[in-house]
């Protein structure tokens, strides 16, 4: 059930180094009510080059070969649709592999004449930006080397500046063809949230969760990360300041995976969860939660990890 909460913060008692999640931390499947399931399926086939596989539940299943599950789709065709005042998704962030790969990723949108809604660089990263015939946006983006990440005054410095598409497409230098399938090693990099409250989204992402702050000056916007990662969610205010949640069953996200590197770290994120009087339900192999704008978060363990440990 999706409801506000007001989340506490997060008990002094604990020490503040106990309070952080693991740097191994990872988003991972973003969870999608859509309305019209076939043509949304077929987006993410044509367009952005995932296969599909589809449920007996009637879930369709969005991913590179045999990887995860990237994107998890629900169809309900009376889905109403969402509020664009809504809390919600911002954007899921598919990261390629490398910078060739999101070149290949611009030729492909291109060839499938589908239009951007904006092209960034980020100083940390390169990104493309659309979205799905539902209004589910999406953000197509290379990471930088880690040691080019610039900082301003002791941190992580992002911000927003026009992406050279034609210098991007140079990486493809005499290709001919653009390859129909997203390459291996593509990945949920993070996830991009619109929320009601900023102080009330740190209490919960960061007081709760234990996600560290890596970027506080971007106006309307917070950005928080495992590991250092320049951000595994973004948090805005953009078009949803002081907005209610949006109705359960509403079109657009259900949830996302937040994934820890084992059982152990997974019961003590629950634990933080439990102390601060948030309820849990068991979904999907871990544990759901809602953030205090109805945003869920499906908090689990990483399979593969626990697959080596057996």
Not at 32 to 45: C, G, H, W
Not at 255 to 284: I, Y
């Amino acid at each position: 059930m999706h409801r506000a909460v007001n989340v506490p913060p997060s008990p002094t008692s604990v020490p503040a180094a106990a309070r952080v999640i693991h740097p191994d931390t990872h988003v991972g499947q973003v969870s999608l009510i859509v309305s019209d399931l076939p043509r949304v399926t077929a987006f993410y086939e044509q367009v952005l080059g995932l296969s599909s596989v589809a449920e007996d539940d009637g879930r369709v299943l969005l991913r590179v070969g045999d990887g995860p599950t990237l994107v998890e789709l629900r169809g309900d065709s009376g889905a109403p649709a969402r509020d664009s005042r809504a809390p919600g998704l911002f954007h899921l962030a598919l990261l390629m592999p490398d910078r060739k790969q999101l070149a290949m990723a611009l030729a492909r949108l291109a060839a499938n004449r589908w239009p951007l809604d904006g092209a960034s660089d980020h100083l940390v990263s390169e990104a493309l930006y659309l979205s799905d015939p539902e209004n589910n946006g999406i953000e197509i983006y290379g990471d930088r080397p880690r040691a080019e990440w610039p900082e301003q005054d002791g941190s992580l410095a992002m911000a927003t500046l026009p992406l050279d598409l034609e210098n991007l497409l140079a990486e493809l230098g005499d290709a001919s063809s653009v390859e129909p399938g997203a390459p291996a090693g593509t990945r949920m990099g993070h996830v991009h949230l619109k929320v009601s409250d900023l102080d009330r989204a740190e209490d919960f992402y960061v007081g709760v969760l234990g996600f560290e702050v890596t970027v506080r000056r971007y106006p309307g916007a917070l950005f928080v990360s495992a590991g250092g990662y320049h951000h595994h969610l973004g948090l805005n205010t953009w078009h949803s300041a002081e907005s209610p949640p949006a109705s359960p069953g509403t079109a657009g996200l259900h949830s996302f995976e937040v994934v820890l590197p084992g059982g152990d770290e997974l019961e003590k994120v629950l634990a933080r969860v439990r102390e601060s009087g948030l309820e849990t339900e068991p979904e999907a192999g871990g544990q759901l939660v809602h953030d205090p704008f109805g945003n869920g978060v499906l908090l689990r363990a990483d399979r593969a990890v626990a697959d080596r440990a057996a």
